[in-house]
């Protein structure tokens, strides 16, 4: 007989029943989706090249793993669970130990450099790899980071190998361009990353009828990779960084497996991601993972300070380990796509340095205090917190290194900076030209006008001059004469059906222009 007392049904404290059994069906609907897609990736291998059924095999399976996490994972992080990461977290790029110049060479022997080049131009207007896209001098990304390989491999008379991870949209390309590299100093190597399939919104399968798949294989003997953006031009090889990982054991500490470059966030980075401390594990939080309620404060300069520059150190070793044993459980990223053809659908990510928590002594310095100092502590990511006792393991998650070493060109206001004298070049190697008073960069917004490269490139007749610049927001019909210079904080502004022509030679200091400005010849 029933408790008269007691509900028949036990209820939450907004009063509501909880149907346990709608939670069941929806486990079981997965579980169903789930052996769904696995028989239709049978049906897709099924599709593939005997020549490469086992690496397909593996794409696959890899594609089946992501694809579990993405059923069973929550689309977004709990606020409540972010913990502020611990004191020592960041290690400050100018911490880092010196190193003996005579080494640089045995040093680099153990790198290789590793550059993400799966990206279109489209976004800018342009065609085939982003990698081609002038930045300086009629100079690609490609030719500029050739050039700072070289120049590295002469210097030090080495030979640090190149390896371009291409996506599927740019291999071909990018192999026809390596051929003019022939007589360039520099072992280049490229392989075509994993080919996985993008989703069905609707039927969460798989939306492709048949696979194929590049070569992975690039066999070299090396220990660390520095990995990062090929649009990324302050992602040179850092000899400080790269002595810090190869040395840590000589001075006593244990070698990190993984480092990520993060830098101070600014107005212009508040979508970047941040490392935070979540379930007592370190994580990197991208802005998709944020709920929509906590996005402004995801966007905060003054609670998360610093963001991720994709620039990472990885010891292969580790690496090879993670992947063998099938440890690198990344937060998956859900990106929702609407095709040309009227489709939507779900392309699976993960973001690289979202590894970090795989690691063994991640981004980290680690100091040990005396052994007769050590007793009992609780371990959360690696550090070992003491409560009456003295031992402890403490751990550096990132290097914050300088803002230099984060140019990225994600939009043609980036490639204006890049293009004026506000930078110069010197073997490929970008640099704040000295003649600047201060060292930070000037916040640029370009209307859409701007925004492909082509009509981007024809609205200047010369690149202004930049170098006192503060802020500059450009918006309509504008267009600028040569030798112009911009100074201090410059808005111009030309409204619907109005056209502003900036006169060569023009000096705008402290400036709102706007209304309709055109000088035409007599």
Same mark, same amino acid.
């Given at each position: 007989?029933?408790?008269?007392?007691?509900? @028949?049904?036990?209820?939450?404290?907004?009063?509501?029943?909880?149907?346990?059994?709608?939670?069941?069906?929806?486990?079981?609907?997965?579980?169903?989706?789930?052996?769904?897609?696995?028989?239709?990736?049978?049906?897709?291998?099924?599709?593939?090249?005997?020549?490469?059924?086992?690496?397909?095999?593996?794409?696959?399976? %890899?594609?089946?793993?992501?694809?579990?996490?993405?059923?069973?994972?929550?689309?977004? $992080?709990?606020?409540?669970?972010?913990?502020?990461?611990?004191?020592?977290?960041?290690?400050?790029?100018?911490?880092?130990?010196?190193?003996?110049?005579?080494?640089?060479?045995?040093?680099?022997?153990?790198?290789?450099?590793?550059?993400?080049?799966?990206?279109?131009?489209?976004?800018?207007?342009?065609?085939?790899?982003?990698? $081609?896209?002038? $930045?300086?001098?009629?100079?690609?990304?490609?030719?500029?980071?050739?050039?700072?390989?070289?120049?590295?491999?002469?210097?030090?008379?080495?030979?640090?190998?190149?390896?371009?991870?291409?996506?599927?949209?740019?291999? !071909?390309?990018?192999?026809?361009?390596?051929?003019?590299?022939?007589?360039?100093?520099?072992?280049?190597?490229?392989?075509?990353?994993?080919?996985?399939?993008?989703?069905?919104?609707?039927?969460?399968?798989?939306?492709?009828? !048949?696979?194929?798949?590049? !070569?992975?294989?690039?066999?070299?003997?090396?220990?660390?990779?520095?990995?990062?953006?090929?649009?990324?031009?302050?992602?040179?090889?850092?000899?400080?960084?790269?002595?810090?990982?190869?040395?840590?054991?000589?001075?006593?500490?244990?070698?990190?497996?993984?480092?990520?470059?993060?830098?101070?966030?600014?107005?212009?980075?508040?979508?970047?991601?941040?490392?935070?401390?979540?379930?007592?594990?370190?994580? &990197?939080?991208?802005?998709?993972?944020?709920?929509?309620?906590?996005?402004?404060?995801?966007?905060?300069?003054?609670?998360?300070?610093?963001?991720?520059?994709?620039?990472?150190?990885?010891?292969?070793?580790?690496?090879?380990?993670?992947?063998?044993?099938?440890?690198?459980?990344?937060?998956?990223?859900?990106?929702?796509?609407?095709?040309?053809?009227? &489709?939507?659908?779900?392309?699976?990510?993960?973001?690289?340095?979202?590894?970090?928590?795989?690691?063994?002594?991640?981004?980290?310095?680690?100091?040990?205090?005396?052994?007769?100092?050590?007793?009992?502590?609780?371990?959360?990511?690696?550090?070992?917190?003491?409560?009456?006792?003295?031992?402890?393991?403490?751990?550096?998650? %990132?290097?914050?290194?300088?803002?230099?070493?984060?140019?990225?060109?994600?939009?043609?206001?980036?490639?204006?900076?890049?293009?004026?004298?506000?930078?110069?070049?010197?073997?490929?190697?970008?640099?704040?030209?000295? @003649?600047?008073?201060?060292?930070?960069?000037?916040?640029?917004?370009?209307?859409?006008?701007?925004?492909?490269?082509?009509?981007?490139?024809?609205?200047?007749?010369?690149?202004?001059? &930049?170098?006192?610049?503060?802020?500059?927001?450009?918006?309509?019909?504008?267009?600028?004469?040569?030798?112009?210079?911009?100074?201090?904080?410059?808005?111009?502004?030309?409204?619907?059906?109005?056209?502003?022509?900036?006169?060569?030679?023009?000096?705008?200091?402290?400036?709102?222009?706007?209304?309709?400005?055109?000088?035409?010849?007599?």
């Amino acid at each position: 007989m029933a408790n008269p007392h007691r509900p @028949l049904h036990p209820r939450s404290s907004n009063g509501l029943v909880p149907d346990a059994r709608s939670e069941e069906w929806k486990s079981s609907t997965k579980r169903e989706t789930l052996g769904v897609l696995e028989h239709e990736l049978q049906r897709l291998l099924a599709t593939s090249h005997e020549a490469k059924l086992d690496l397909n095999r593996k794409e696959l399976s %890899g594609f089946r793993n992501l694809f579990s996490r993405f059923l069973r994972a929550k689309t977004f $992080v709990d606020w409540s669970k972010i913990q502020p990461l611990p004191e020592h977290a960041i290690q400050p790029y100018g911490t880092l130990p010196g190193y003996d110049k005579a080494a640089i060479a045995t040093m680099l022997s153990k790198l290789v450099v590793v550059k993400l080049n799966g990206g279109l131009g489209t976004s800018m207007g342009c065609k085939g790899p982003k990698s $081609v896209i002038s $930045v300086r001098n009629d100079l690609t990304f490609l030719d500029l980071t050739m050039q700072q390989i070289q120049t590295l491999n002469k210097t030090y008379d080495v030979d640090v190998p190149l390896v371009l991870m291409n996506s599927f949209n740019t291999d !071909d390309d990018t192999q026809k361009l390596l051929k003019k590299y022939a007589n360039v100093k520099v072992d280049v190597h490229s392989f075509c990353q994993s080919r996985y399939p993008r989703i069905n919104k609707e039927t969460l399968m798989p939306i492709v009828s !048949d696979i194929e798949s590049g !070569d992975h294989e690039a066999a070299m003997p090396r220990l660390y990779c520095f990995l990062s953006n090929i649009d990324n031009m302050g992602a040179t090889v850092d000899l400080s960084i790269l002595n810090f990982v190869l040395n840590a054991s000589a001075a006593g500490d244990a070698a990190p497996e993984f480092v990520m470059e993060v830098t101070d966030k600014t107005r212009a980075d508040v979508k970047g991601g941040t490392l935070i401390q979540y379930e007592n594990r370190l994580m &990197l939080l991208e802005i998709a993972q944020v709920p929509k309620d906590y996005v402004d404060e995801f966007k905060s300069v003054s609670k998360f300070r610093i963001f991720n520059t994709n620039n990472l150190w990885v010891h292969l070793g580790a690496m090879k380990r993670n992947v063998e044993q099938q440890t690198l459980e990344m937060e998956v990223i859900v990106n929702p796509k609407h095709l040309d053809r009227g &489709l939507d659908v779900i392309q699976l990510e993960t973001a690289a340095g979202a590894a970090i928590k795989n690691f063994k002594g991640a981004c980290g310095e680690y100091t040990v205090a005396p052994q007769k100092e050590r007793g009992s502590g609780t371990v959360f990511f690696g550090r070992i917190f003491e409560w009456d006792a003295h031992w402890w393991l403490e751990v550096s998650k %990132g290097i914050n290194v300088p803002r230099s070493r984060f140019l990225p060109v994600k939009k043609t206001s980036d490639l204006l900076l890049l293009m004026s004298n506000l930078y110069d070049i010197d073997n490929g190697s970008l640099t704040l030209s000295g @003649l600047r008073s201060f060292p930070t960069t000037p916040l640029v917004k370009l209307g859409s006008s701007f925004d492909k490269v082509k009509d981007f490139l024809g609205r200047f007749q010369g690149i202004p001059d &930049l170098l006192e610049l503060d802020h500059l927001t450009v918006s309509g019909d504008v267009t600028f004469g040569k030798d112009v210079s911009l100074k201090g904080t410059v808005i111009i502004i030309a409204n619907h059906g109005e056209r502003i022509d900036i006169p060569p030679g023009s000096i705008l200091e402290n400036k709102i222009v706007s209304g309709n400005l055109r000088i035409l010849d007599h």
